[in-house]
């Protein structure tokens, strides 16, 4: 005859309370995984009072949060996820300076095995051991003592009133401050764990929920070529380039003092040097950069229930191809044609197992000899991606000694990981000049580049690295990215472009926000909702 709970736990010598490994689990998470959390804590406040008490609502809420939801059965297994979800973000969050919110976790659902693979390293599986399973098992051995339904709801009723009543209380007795400062320093509770990636993953919930019920939106249906784009005796073929984790800061295009542009900086090519990014992480910035939206107006559910530039550009006539040797296009290329080449094999670019950005070289070059109607390419590179930014380039494009040879950035030193980001910017400028190269060479068509990056990177400036940074706390690191065109004579004749007063202002203030426009204009399509403020090549039609 099997035995009731209440007699197992009985045969225990020793058994806790649910509200004691409540109690317990609360107080591990607030000081094991909340090493980020307490330093901005001290560094706000400054006052020993203040930093114990605000603490201390953040423990209470912490015990609140357990409490509503560590019910009966359900008690192990929550606290269980609590523990092994804290223990995975605050890694990221101590070690890489990451934030866990929306857009995170947004990055973090939308990304492939390939990229992800190079955050699981040794010493990330060790913190989650020791600081989320090790603690997970004992939870799961403990035993429980539990009393009976009724009076167990009447404890956890009490429990619940008591941890809100000393989370509200506390924040009540200097009122003033903790809310000046929680509107004011919102990177305080960003870093709190496990608060901030439980609300971001509801607010990806609600998002994609809410974009799941939206229509299709048709945009610029009146969309058509111009005379000039139907006059044009050869196929017009324009290369769209979306840059990766490119941080303009580092292009020597724009005056960094390392060499890292020697071969664009020998192209006849505009750059703009004063451009910033619609956000900080590809899943926002790259369908931000197709949409007819600015960055103050653009949200996810908005682009998603939109058509955007592609759409536009195939309405007006051109054949329009996704190529993408990154995570994906995020749906920007959902209506047209897509082409995945992460997965190759070519041991010239693929030899490590992942491609280097150089596989597009001669698949632009077969293409461009086989072309017979108006085309816009665009590629998606892997560009400088992080953290195993050594694996971006080949050998013989290490021009900066030492590098950082592994993921784990923590262990490298700030000139090394430097030293191995500039190298894959490097490659990256000899692979948008030789695409500039293969399409100079090319009879077939009338052709044109345009080069943007959809965010930036920190190399560990301040213990922050990588990117993803909530905007309002990114540093310009993160926003400030290259941008440039190439429009050769052949190609500014048939659309009437005035190259020299495109290069007239060229530290203006631009943003991803001009890229819609100014790419529909560069491929000399009309349409009304080409917006003309934003729109950098009409000024420079047949200018004088």
């Known amino acids: ?36 959390f307490w330093q901005r804590n001290v560094a706000i406040f400054g006052d020993p009072l203040a930093i114990a008490t605000f603490g201390g609502a953040v423990f209470a809420l912490t015990w609140l949060i357990i409490t509503l939801f560590a019910l009966r059965w359900l008690q192990k297994p929550v606290l269980v996820f609590l523990l092994i979800l804290g223990a995975v973000t605050s890694y990221y969050q101590d070690t890489l300076g990451a934030t866990i919110d929306r857009e995170m976790i947004q990055n973090a659902i939308t990304t492939t095995v390939t990229e992800s693979k190079h955050l699981i390293t040794p010493s990330f599986v060790i913190h989650v051991l020791w600081a989320g399973v090790l603690p997970a098992i004992m939870v799961v051995w403990v035993p429980v003592k539990r009393l009976p339904l009724l009076p167990s709801a009447l404890i956890w009723a009490a429990t619940s009133a008591a941890a809100a009543a000393l989370c509200i209380g506390l924040l009540l007795s200097d009122f003033a401050t903790f809310s000046v400062a929680i509107r004011g320093q919102k990177e305080l509770m960003a870093s709190y764990q496990p608060g901030a990636p439980l609300a971001g993953a509801l607010r990806y ?44 800061e580092n292009w020597s295009l724009g005056g960094y003092d390392r060499a ?56 007006a006539g051109y054949h329009v ?3 993408d040797n990154n995570t994906g296009d995020k749906g920007i290329a959902a209506r047209q044609t897509m082409h995945s080449i992460i997965t190759s094999t070519d041991p010239r670019y693929c030899a490590k197992g992942e491609c280097t950005d150089g596989i ?28 195993s930014y050594y694996l971006r380039y080949p050998a013989e494009f290490e021009r900066f000694t ?9 262990e490298c030193t700030i000139e090394q990981i430097t030293n191995a980001y500039d190298n894959t910017v490097v490659y990256t400028d000899h692979i948008v000049a030789s695409l500039i190269d293969v399409l100079a060479a090319q009879t077939k068509a009338t052709a044109a580049l345009f080069f943007v990056s959809d965010h930036g990177e920190s190399l560990g400036e301040n213990g922050l690295y990588l990117h993803g940074a909530p905007y309002f706390m990114a540093p310009d690191s993160q ?66």
Request: net charge negative; glycine share 4%.
């Open 321 to 323: 191809e996704w190529w």
């Open 1 to 36: 005859m099997s035995k009731t709970p209440k007699e197992q736990t009985a045969d225990h010598h020793f058994a806790l309370s649910p509200l004691l490994l409540n109690l317990a689990v609360a107080a591990f998470i607030l000081a094991v995984h909340n090493n980020t």
């Open 205 to 248: 919930a609600r998002m994609l929920q809410k974009s799941k019920a939206l229509p299709l939106q048709a945009l610029g249906i009146d969309a058509k070529p111009s005379s000039a784009l139907a006059a044009a005796t050869k196929p017009v073929l324009l290369v769209v380039v979306a840059g990766e984790t490119s941080r303009a």
């Open 260 to 315: 890292t542009n020697p071969e664009l900086a020998q192209r006849d090519i505009t750059y703009f040097s004063n451009v910033s990014s619609c956000g900080t992480a590809t899943a926002v910035s790259l369908p931000c950069m197709f949409a007819n939206y600015t960055r103050a107006d653009y949200s996810y559910d908005i682009g998603a229930s939109t058509e955007n530039m592609l759409d536009i550009l195939a309405r």
């Open 360 to 387: 597009f070289l001669d698949k632009l070059q077969d293409y461009a000899e086989n072309i017979t109607q108006n085309t816009v390419l665009v590629f998606h590179m892997i560009g400088s991606h992080g953290p």
């Open 402 to 410: 030492p590098t950082c040879k592994t993921a784990e950035l923590h």
């Open 479 to 544: 926003t400030h990215v290259p941008m440039l065109t190439w429009i050769p004579q052949s190609y500014a004749e048939v659309f009437g472009i005035q190259r020299d007063c495109l290069a007239k202002d060229t530290t203006a203030a631009l943003s991803h926000d001009n890229m819609f426009s100014t790419v529909l204009s560069l491929a000399g399509v009309e349409t009304g909702v080409i917006d003309p403020q934003l729109d950098l090549i009409t000024p420079c039609r047949n200018a004088n």
